[in-house]
């Protein structure tokens, strides 16, 4: 078993993988596909599993106050996360990749985002003392990002790439380009992921009992996207008419 799990642990490394996954949420993703790839589990059960975690993890989060809310439901942040890591690399160990699959998995992480602004605005304002300005922050930040997936889904169409002779990006395929070293903007492309990738951050926030800063920044960071992409769809698809011919 401890071979077969090295063995799937060392399949699932992928180029551009953060510290975060490869030595904390990859090893033990790696032992819960060691364990169910000798079952009939299927890839999206393990999905609908995540979100199941999740929907306990915003439970906590909004609901209990004190630090036993703020870590259980940081705790089982990650706990989903690790089998948001399973269910990919159980759907190749098993040979049962699917495209339906893979929409299924930007969807669950669609629900989670909107889940972990809303849990956290609650939390501020019924247990950190921002009162209606918690709530509509969490309004707010549930549209901002709720608009960047909106234009996520657009932009990765086929349709929108044969318009604007793009090509068409994967779910998480970006994700590299805050590891280009060679692009002068990668400093503030990292930070940027390392916010809206929020199992890797969210603990050092609650660390310091902060999930406020947190909230503010991983709405800001989709303001930033919201606007960049916003205003390249714009200027890709808002072009004038060609002039028609002279009679």
Known sequence: M???IQRIYRASQKPADSLFNRYVAR???AA???VLA???AT???VTFVSIGVFVFAAAALALIPGSLGLWL???LVELSYVFDCADGQLARVTGRSSPVGALL???MDELKAYLLVAA???RLAWHGGMGEVGLYLGLGGLVVVGSALSLTKFVRTPEYAEATGTRTLKHGEASGASHDRSNPLWPVLFVVRMVSQYPTTLPVFALFDRLDVFLWAYIGVHVLYVGQTALSVLLRLGRPAPRSPSP
Do not use: H, K, Y
Request: aromatic fraction near 4%; proline fraction near 12%.
């Open 27 to 29: 090893p033990p993703a």
């Open 43 to 45: 890839p999206n059960q």
């Open 32 to 34: 819960v596909v060691a």
């Open 38 to 40: 000798r079952t009939r």
């Open 2 to 4: 401890l071979s077969e």
């Open 73 to 75: 439901g940081v705790a």
């Open 105 to 107: 998995d930007f969807l």
């Open 120 to 122: 956290i605005a609650l």
